[in-house]
């Protein structure tokens, strides 16, 4: 067997079994952009290697995968921000026509080059911090020409970038205007016309809703997952951010990948989470950032076992957030979850909550060879700084 490349002098997080999976003398080694080999340095495979490259001791994990954004999208809030740290609430700023309606005005003004330019910033932003793979969400055309646009901007994104982009179509967002007083005849488009063409057309990966008084109600979102499985997408859902509508456990029965957000979660839900492998996506920025004191409840998702994830929300409303160092801090001071639980929760977690845990998010032999190298001593560094990038290198397909 020819190595195509070894990382050497390395101390590993594989981010295997129940804590980091943590290798002192470790090493690296892929071919044709996989793993052959993750672990001590006196186990690699006895064959040549193209390229050897000295780690100088420092740390490998996997690279970083942010499994919840909303990425693609045009203009900003600010004003919006104003308005927050006056008093108005989310619910507030939606119902005075701001919120995601504001978004998708500039969003449909726009083509898609436009898209794509405007996104490329953010982009950059996570990948220098070590993101490998990300998750870009639609939502802010609500019409079928936009949200196509916003799908092929995403999907484009991996052309320009050495990133792995997954897509979800999340039509059901929010109500556009043509169809005010009218949610069961979007809802009904969103079924009957454009989820089926998007899974023709190869441009989602998955299906989300926004299950929210401001958003959809649980029997939409019903036939809105209805209409994804039945063209073979699977679904994942904005769940309990504002009230317990019991969507998490809605989601759970239809085998979601993940619930987000998750504030509001009661027990049934979190019980219905662990019984189908659901994973719980939290995300601090948005929490952070609309000054939200309800926290959701973690101790009964490790109780539980629900696998829990974190993610930036990148958006332009409740979480213009482009660093997933600083939401690992914000998980653990906001939400307290360990070093542990916020270094999983950005790699193996957020794999799974993408369905691709079979392919990222660990360091093992068969999966992709996505690294990020850092100028750490211990891995808490990564979670405890905040506003400092101690980024090496990263690695993207062994390249």
């Known amino acids: 067997m020819q190595i195509d490349r070894i990382w050497t002098n390395a101390r590993l997080a ?23 080999h993750a672990g001590p340095v006196d ?11 000295d780690c100088a ?33 989310y619910e507030e700023i939606a119902r005075a026509g701001g919120g995601i309606v504001s978004t998708m005005r500039a969003t449909r003004a726009a083509s898609e080059d436009e898209l794509v330019a405007a996104a490329l910033p953010r982009l ?29 901007a995403a999907r484009r994104l991996e052309r320009e970038r050495g990133v792995t982009v997954r897509t979800t179509f999340l039509g059901a967002h929010a109500l556009p205007p043509e169809y005010q007083g009218d949610p069961d005849g979007y809802i009904a488009m969103l079924c009957n016309d454009l989820i089926p063409r998007i ?23 019903e036939r809105v997952f209805t209409a994804a499985r039945a063209v073979g997408l699977p679904v994942k859902l904005h769940a309990e951010q504002l009230s317990n509508l019991h969507g998490a456990a809605l989601a759970a029965r239809f085998g ?12 049934a839900g979190v019980a ?80 799974r909550a993408l369905g691709m845990a079979d392919d990222v998010g660990t360091l093992e032999p068969g999966k992709r060879c996505d690294l990020a190298i850092w100028d750490i001593e211990h891995p808490a560094e990564l979670v405890y700084r905040m506003g400092f990038n101690p980024l090496h290198a990263r690695v993207w397909s062994g390249q």
């Open 124 to 152: 950059d932003a996570l990948i220098a911090e070590g993101l490998t793979t990300i998750e870009i969400k639609s939502g802010y055309g609500l019409d079928a020409p936009s949200e196509l646009a916003m799908l092929r």
């Open 14 to 36: 594989t981010m295997t079994g129940a804590g980091l999976g943590v290798v002192e003398n470790g090493a690296v080694a892929c071919t044709r952009g996989r793993i052959v």
């Open 199 to 221: 899974a023709g057309e190869g441009l989602a990966d998955a299906v989300d809703g926004f299950c929210e008084g401001i958003g959809f109600t649980p029997a939409q979102i």
């Open 43 to 53: 186990a690699l495979p006895p064959a040549p290697a193209a390229e050897r490259i």
């Open 272 to 351: 219905a989470m662990a019984e189908a492998g659901t994973v719980a996506v939290l995300l601090p920025g948005a929490y952070y950032f609309v000054r939200e004191t309800q926290l959701p409840p973690v101790d009964a998702m490790r109780r539980a076992g629900v696998p829990i994830a974190l993610a930036t929300d990148c958006n332009p409303g409740t979480s213009p957030l482009t660093s997933l160092l600083l939401t690992m801090n914000m998980g653990a001071t906001l939400f307290r979850l360990t070093v542990d639980e916020c270094l999983r929760g950005v790699t193996r977690n957020a794999a």
């Open 256 to 267: 979601a990948l993940s619930a987000d957000h998750l504030e509001y979660l009661d027990q």
């Open 57 to 89: 001791g420092r740390w490998i994990t996997p690279g970083l995968i942010d499994c919840h954004t909303h990425l693609i999208h045009m203009g900003n809030r600010a004003r919006e921000f104003e308005m927050r740290l006056r008093g108005a609430s």
